[in-house]
C-alpha cells in the first residue's frame, strides 16, 4: 500500500489550497478514504472522510463549510479542496485508509502552513 500526498504550501489566510493523495496497492473504489492533520505539539486528527460506496462525506465541525473532500476512483485519488483557510489549519496533513485488519496506512504527510 502506497500513500503519497501533495499540493501542500504556504498561505495567508483566507486563502485556499488544494491537497492531493494518489494512492497504489490496493483497491482504492472499496475503502473508506481519509484525511488527518497534526498541528505541532497536538495529537493527529481525523479532519474528513468519504465512503467507498455513496461517496458520501464526514467532517470536524471546525472545517465544515470550508473543506470538501472528493475520490476520483480512476485515478485511485482522494482530494481535500480547502477554503477560506486559517492559522488554525496550519497543520501536517495526512492522507489515510484503514485495511479490512484494522492496520491503518498513512502517506508522508504534506504541510500546510495558513500565516494570519
Known amino acids: 500500500v502506497q500513500l503519497v500526498e501533495s499540493g501542500g504550501g504556504l498561505v495567508q489566510a483566507e486563502g485556499s489550497l488544494r491537497l492531493s493523495c494518489v494512492t497504489s496497492?490496493?483497491?482504492?473504489?472499496?475503502?473508506?478514504m481519509n484525511w488527518y492533520r497534526q498541528a505541532p505539539g497536538k495529537e493527529r486528527e481525523l479532519v474528513a472522510s468519504?465512503?467507498?460506496?455513496?461517496?458520501?462525506?464526514s467532517y470536524i465541525d471546525s472545517v465544515k463549510g470550508r473543506f470538501t473532500i472528493s475520490r476520483d476512483n480512476a485515478k485511485n485519488t482522494v482530494n481535500l479542496q480547502m477554503n477560506s483557510l486559517k492559522p488554525e489549519d496550519t497543520a501536517v496533513y495526512y492522507c489515510?485508509?484503514?485495511?479490512?485488519?484494522?492496520?491503518?496506512?498513512w502517506g508522508q504527510g504534506t504541510q500546510v502552513t495558513v500565516s494570519s
Open positions: 496497492g490496493f483497491s482504492f473504489e472499496a475503502y473508506v
Open positions: 489515510n485508509v484503514v485495511s479490512d485488519y484494522g492496520t491503518n496506512y
Open positions: 468519504i465512503n467507498h460506496h455513496d461517496d458520501i462525506t
